[in-house]
DNA sequence: TCTTGACATTGGAGTCACTCCAAGGTCTAG
DNA sequence: CTAGACCTTGGAGTGACTCCAATGTCAAGA
């Protein structure tokens, strides 16, 4: 099995197979007679527990140390760390989430916002109260002090 | 305003406030006598201002610009692209919270995988059945097959 | 036979957004 | 006089790729 056809069926890029051979973290494959990389059934599942591995978003060392160890048959000198290492990456992930659904809320709001001004916009620039900048500032950091303003300017 | 006191009031490293003025996101603040940075109201608007749409994930060299032409006063030849830009943001946060919200999937089902199965981790490296390496395989690819086997034999 | 095109090889540089470091200068309080 | 907190610079390191140029290999078609 040549470079292209295993990054196909493992959907990775050659240069990223090629790259974790470089740096190590993968073993080298036997060459063909024309220097070509050629991937043995072992390498394959070698491969496929890495990628697993970093599917879980472990980073690359962790999982090629364990990918190895795993595929040189340790697997039950770590298994016993492995469900520690699982709960870790797990509030890691979902902290990420939060993370993102708070930047998401903040999103909603400034949209919201500008969803609401653009018809204002007509404000010129050297008007500071309800430009976009203004709008980033104020819906970004949860207070909008320059609508009322601008309202009151807009109904009058 | 010292470079210190100004990273420490908006919650970022002084590396970071020179590495933004370095590579031209910011522009150079003026110099007191013994050459250390001084920064006035202007600067610290317009860091504030890049701070924020870095909040909102926007890459670097976009928040770096639209918070130039927002602090230099264009900020309403923007704004007409702004909500397209924080539309297509939110999208991208959305499908980055799903895939995480995946991984958590996945991981829950291999931790659920790993506690049933520590017990039964006295089968030796040379048994690649239900080692820590197939649990990782399984789980992660959704079927496994090791279990009825292993379950089997532990049953026996 | 020749050519085209898809594949492979290598080393090295680029990406992003910082982060850390060494070696030194400046200032204030005790 | 000294300790400690601050500041300066340029340069290297991080993670995990990604892209590139220059070159080699091979099978199929004209």
Redesign the pocket.
């Known amino acids: 099995m040549?470079?292209?056809?295993l990054a196909r069926e493992l959907g990775v890029?050659?240069?990223?197979l090629?790259?974790y051979e470089?740096e190590g973290w993968l073993p080298r494959p036997v060459r063909a007679?024309?220097?070509?990389?050629s991937y043995r059934s072992d390498d394959v599942e070698h491969l496929r527990l890495l990628l697993n591995l970093?599917r879980i978003d472990l980073?690359?060392?962790e999982a090629a140390r364990l990918a190895s160890w795993c595929h040189a048959g340790h697997c039950e000198t770590t298994s016993s760390s492995l469900p520690a290492l699982i709960a870790t990456r797990r509030s890691d992930v979902r902290a990420r989430i939060d993370e993102l659904r708070r930047l998401d809320e903040r999103l909603d709001e400034l949209q919201a916002h500008l969803v609401g001004r653009t018809e204002l916009s007509v404000i010129g620039p050297s008007t500071s109260c309800c430009s976009a900048a203004a709008a980033i500032f104020d819906a970004v950091e949860g207070s909008c002090r320059c609508c009322a303003v601008a309202n009151a300017e807009g109904d009058a």
């Open positions: 040549r470079i292209g056809e890029s050659t240069d990223t090629r790259f470089r007679e024309n220097g070509y990389r970093r980073p690359l060392e």
